[in-house]
């Protein structure tokens, strides 16, 4: 493998880490853990996927393009996880999910991409957390490695961290350019 292809693999890894957790379904409530950790995996592939791209100054390709989306189906999966094991109540993330797919592909189609990403972050928001809420009442050691994981991304990515803010706020108008 060339390196050049190395960020696309990572990129797409995250693809791969959202059909491992769905398939963590039938484990049931007892694979929170492994739940935790192929979430902190996509996650530390999303730190390095752009990383590495700009170190080899790699042109985006198609899965480097849609590196968001790709984000956004990790969450998507395990949103699916916490509800269909029974950590979430159906008629929460059922209805959730009803409400917030439909309108993120109706704005990514009729809206610029940054808007797109604005209501995306927006209502994925929240499941970007639950795991390591839920986590902290079933599967605690998963929690702390989840909460050591985050604030040491926040001491290395910083930067990326406030630009990822910055164009949500922008994105949804919250903030001026």
Do not use: N
Not at 25 to 44: C, D, N, R, Y
Not at 51 to 63: F, G, Q, V
């Amino acid at each position: 493998m060339r390196r050049e292809k190395l960020p696309d693999w990572l990129t797409a890894a995250r693809g791969i880490i959202a059909a491992a957790i769905l398939g963590m379904i039938p484990f049931g409530p007892k694979a929170l853990s492994q739940v935790i950790a192929l979430l902190l995996l996509g996650w530390t592939t999303d730190m390095l996927d752009g990383r590495l791209a700009r170190r080899y100054e790699k042109p985006p390709s198609w899965i480097g393009e849609h590196d968001f989306q790709f984000d956004m189906v990790m969450v998507l999966a395990s949103t699916v996880y916490l509800v269909a094991v029974g950590f979430i109540p159906w008629w929460v993330g059922v209805p959730y999910l009803a409400l917030g797919l439909p309108l993120v592909l109706w704005v990514h189609h009729t809206r610029e991409f940054i808007q797109f990403k604005a209501v995306a972050m927006g209502i994925a928001f929240p499941w970007v957390f639950v795991p390591f809420v839920v986590a902290y009442f079933h599967a605690r050691p998963a929690a702390y490695a989840g909460l050591i994981w985050m604030v040491c991304a926040l001491i290395i990515d910083w930067k990326r961290f406030t630009g990822v803010v910055g164009d949500f706020l922008h994105g949804s108008g919250l903030a001026r350019r």
